[in-house]
Nanobody, 114 residues
Framework: QVQLVESGGGLVQAGGSLRLSCAASGITFRYNSMAWYRQPPGKQRDLVAIITSSGRTNYADSVKGRFTISRDNAKKTVYLQMDSLKPEDTAVYYC????????WGQGTQVTVSS
């Protein structure tokens, strides 16, 4: 049974930082590319960052240079370090494999105030 549990969100002022975590179970974590996605209010869910099983990373243009994705295979956890946050980063953030499974966790809310 797949479980993806996101945590670490919160309210932060523009320019601040947050670190999101996602604990995965029920998947062969070390062999999967993992990703963070986000869904702003009233908008569709979009891909933010990817990390492959070998550790290669890729980012959406909107977060490049500000966000860093990483993974710990021993802990089956993927992280998203978010720096220099902007109000437009406000969204519910989800982790999933890439390509994404049909299952989604509850997400974690990130709110950036101006």
């Amino acid at each position: 049974q797949v479980q993806l549990v996101e945590s670490g969100g919160g309210l932060v002022q523009a320019g601040g930082s947050l670190r999101l975590s996602c604990a995965a179970s029920g998947i062969t974590f070390r062999y999967n590319s993992m990703a963070w996605y986000r869904q702003p209010p009233g908008k569709q869910r979009d891909l933010v960052a990817i990390i492959t099983s070998s550790g290669r990373t890729n980012y959406a243009d909107s977060v490049k240079g500000r966000f860093t994705i990483s993974r710990d295979n021993a802990k089956k956890t993927v992280y998203l370090q978010m720096d220099s946050l902007k109000p437009e980063d406000t969204a519910v953030y989800y982790c999933n494999t890439n390509p994404a499974l049909n299952y989604w966790g509850q997400g974690t809310q990130v709110t950036v105030s101006s």
